[in-house]
């Protein structure tokens, strides 16, 4: 599986869009790009996973570059219970294989 | 739906001591994992389930055991704890399928457990 990189940290403030960035440059062409939050001490949650075209859902967008070497995970309008640890794992589908967890972004939502 | 369930939710043990945690989905899903998590560290996978009757090493295995015992379950078993084995463990589950597409992984709320 390709390697991710993402900064350690970010600050938002309440009611505005928090923008989190992904490199994953060596990303090969059969493997996905995942999104998964960890609220404090709970399970991760899946958020949203993309090939190469942009993705949305309820809760968020996915923003995949035209060379897939970077990605944006969007949240439109941050709330407080969106503070978390939010995780880019990148991997092929479609197999048994287990998701490669860094130490993500943790995000702070601030009011 | 429950999702997946994981007992106990805390535990003590003294080193030298054996436990087993348990995980049950109620999703159909094909594949399951055990992570642990130490203290301001991302997952690590310690065994994997791709389908009912097998099972992987994953990242850090030494020290555990897994059983599949079923499609809906999968335990992890600490033979001897030691205080290094002191985590958060998390159970996942997923659907997979043959192709291009796949699903996203449902995990437990975690077993936290103390090894004095």
């Known amino acids: 599986d390709a390697k991710t990189t993402q900064p350690p940290s970010m600050d938002c403030a309440e009611g505005r869009a928090a923008n989190l960035p992904c490199n994953h440059s060596?990303?090969?062409?059969?493997?996905?790009v995942y999104w998964y939050r960890q609220i404090h001490s709970q399970g991760p949650q899946y958020i949203i996973h993309?090939?190469?075209n942009n993705e949305t859902n309820e809760m968020a967008s996915l923003i995949i570059t035209e060379d897939r070497k970077s990605s944006t995970l969007i949240l439109p309008h941050a709330t407080l219970r969106d503070t978390a640890v939010y995780y880019c794992?990148?991997?092929?589908?479609?197999?048994?294989?287990?998701?490669?967890f860094g130490k993500g972004t943790s995000l702070l939502v601030t009011p | 739906n429950a999702g997946v369930t994981q007992t106990p939710k805390f535990q003590v043990l003294k080193t030298g001591q054996s436990m087993t945690l348990q995980c049950a989905q109620d999703?159909?899903?094909?594949?399951m994992y055990w992570y642990r998590q130490d203290p301001g560290m991302g997952l690590r996978l310690i065994y994997y389930?791709?389908?009912?009757?097998?099972?992987d090493k994953g990242e850090v295995p030494n020290g555990y055991n897994v059983s599949r015992l079923n499609k809906r379950e999968f335990s992890l078993r600490l033979e001897s704890a030691a205080p290094s084995q002191t985590s958060v463990y998390f159970c996942?589950?997923?659907?997979?399928?043959?192709?291009?597409?796949?699903?996203?992984?449902?995990f437990g709320s975690g077993t936290r457990l103390t090894v004095v």
């Open positions: 996942a589950s997923t659907r997979t399928r043959e192709g291009w597409t796949n699903y996203g992984y449902t």
């Open positions: 060596t990303i090969s062409g059969n493997e996905y």
């Open positions: 993309g090939l190469k």
């Open positions: 794992i990148v991997r092929v589908a479609g197999s048994g294989y287990a998701l490669n």
């Open positions: 999703m159909n899903h094909n594949s």
């Open positions: 389930s791709a389908s009912e009757g097998t099972t």
